[in-house]
């Protein structure tokens, strides 16, 4: 697709996506970085809530470019600025290893909680106190792929535009509604008054997860409380729930980390909310 227009680091729209690695910029800017092609592919397909692209501006090698001029395609078409770079300019924005060749800056894209609630959601997932970027980002990940209806990031936890993050949501930042900064108590006392039921996750709780299951008491809509891997959640958030609950492990595993255990919670949520096929006749 032809020479790179950008060769040098030094450039001032290359300098501009460097600095988004820093938080500081990238919430002066309400603009974030995506890597990778899943990532500019969804970024290229999303619109905010006001109907606007999300994706603003694309870097990509001529060697990316051609290989994925779908992503090129789709980028031009949602209104973005596509920038041939060098190799070498793409690694000097990038927050990984190997570059794809494909960097994506895109505009904030969360909702106000208050939106969340006027949804109605059958099943939200609350991460509070969770301060791993590489976890937060695969929780929303497996809240996408249980089918819930928003995530919610507390105020105490981690950037949900820290590159690591959205790395490792591998382009499901996208798909779902996710509100950020929402205090822990606000979170619950909001989710409550919508009618949806509140469970903390944790590995001591007194409620066992398959107990819970064979009680039928989890098909409501139902919202997971989530917290950081190390320190569990305080006794002050257990204390906010209906019902703290354990998944039981039945090997000789010590534990479970913190996104396995999100994913067996909102899948047994999802399977407890779907209704029942009838059997073949």
């Keep these: 697709m032809g020479t790179p227009?950008?060769?040098?680091?030094?450039?001032?729209?290359?300098?501009?996506?460097?600095?988004?690695?820093?938080?500081?910029?990238?919430g002066k800017e309400r603009r974030f970085i995506a890597e990778g092609p899943q990532a500019v592919r969804e970024a290229a397909a999303h619109r905010g809530g006001d109907g606007e692209p999300t994706l603003i501006e694309l870097f990509a090698t001529p060697e990316a470019a051609d290989r994925y001029a779908d992503i090129v395609e789709a980028a031009h078409t949602a209104g973005a600025r596509v920038h041939l770079a060098d190799a070498d300019v793409l690694a000097d924005v990038s927050q990984t290893v190997t570059p794809q060749g494909l960097i994506g800056v895109c505009r904030f894209l969360d909702s106000p909680f208050q939106e969340i609630l006027d949804a109605r959601p059958a099943l939200v997932a609350v991460l509070a106190n969770v301060r791993d970027p590489g976890n937060a980002g695969t929780v929303l990940r497996c809240a996408d792929a249980a089918g819930a209806d928003a995530v919610i990031l507390t105020d105490a936890s981690v950037d949900l535009y820290n590159p690591k993050s959205v790395r490792a949501s591998v382009g499901s930042l996208f798909h779902l509604p996710v509100a950020i900064g929402v205090p822990v108590e606000q979170a619950?006392?909001?989710?409550?008054?919508?009618?949806?039921?509140?469970?903390?996750?944790?590995?001591?709780?007194?409620?066992?997860?398959?107990?819970?299951?064979?009680?039928?008491?989890?098909?409501?809509?139902?919202?997971?409380?989530?917290?950081?891997?190390?320190?569990?959640?305080?006794?002050?958030?257990?204390?906010?729930?209906?019902?703290?609950?354990?998944?039981?492990?039945?090997?000789?595993?010590?534990?479970l980390n913190l996104a396995t255990a999100a994913a067996v919670c909102?899948?047994?949520s999802a399977r407890a909310q779907r209704p029942r096929r009838a059997p073949d006749a």
């Design 188 to 255: 619950v006392q909001g989710l409550r008054d919508a009618g949806v039921r509140i469970l903390a996750a944790d590995g001591a709780g007194a409620d066992d997860l398959d107990d819970e299951l064979d009680a039928g008491t989890m098909g409501t809509p139902t919202a997971w409380i989530f917290g950081n891997e190390a320190w569990g959640l305080p006794e002050e958030t257990r204390a906010l729930a209906d019902a703290v609950v354990r998944v039981p492990i039945h090997g000789k595993a010590e534990s």
């Design 5 to 26: 227009e950008l060769i040098s680091p030094r450039s001032p729209r290359v300098a501009a996506a460097r600095r988004l690695a820093r938080r500081n910029f990238r």
């Design 266 to 268: 909102l899948y047994a």
